[in-house]
């Protein structure tokens, strides 16, 4: 996915690869590396990219950032859902892929 600005949000990582396929092989901590590793990328894109300030002064690409880390959030819930279910199905619930979380624009 892009970030509204050209360059790739992410590139395809060991996590993106392993994904949920890790726990088919019964390896929880494989899993969950995968997992923490999504979250860092994510938390660093934050960091460098700003989206929450981007969005003030280019709602375009502020909007296109902000739905890439909503897609992240869902792709961790249902990462997490076999591990910890009751943690994972609100923030699942709450994100969908591609779509820009409704609370970010009141």
């Given at each position: 996915?892009?970030?509204?600005?050209?360059q790739?949000?992410?590139d395809?990582?060991?996590?993106?690869?392993?994904?949920?396929f890790?726990l088919?092989?019964?390896?929880?901590?494989?899993?969950c590396d995968?997992?923490?590793?999504?979250?860092q990328?994510?938390?660093?894109?934050v960091q460098?990219?700003?989206?929450?300030k981007?969005?003030k002064?280019?709602p375009?690409?502020?909007?296109?950032?902000?739905?890439?880390?909503?897609?992240?959030?869902?792709?961790?819930a249902?990462?997490?859902?076999?591990?910890?279910?009751?943690?994972?199905?609100?923030?699942?619930?709450?994100s969908?892929?591609g779509?820009c979380?409704?609370r970010?624009?009141?």
């Amino acid at each position: 996915m892009k970030d509204g600005g050209g360059q790739r949000c992410r590139d395809r990582s060991p996590a993106d690869k392993k994904g949920e396929f890790v726990l088919e092989g019964y390896n929880l901590k494989a899993a969950c590396d995968s997992i923490w590793e999504i979250i860092q990328k994510a938390d660093k894109f934050v960091q460098e990219k700003e989206p929450f300030k981007t969005v003030k002064s280019d709602p375009g690409k502020g909007k296109e950032q902000i739905k890439f880390l909503g897609g992240e959030v869902y792709r961790v819930a249902k990462m997490l859902e076999p591990v910890m279910p009751a943690t994972a199905r609100p923030s699942r619930s709450s994100s969908s892929p591609g779509a820009c979380p409704k609370r970010a624009f009141r």
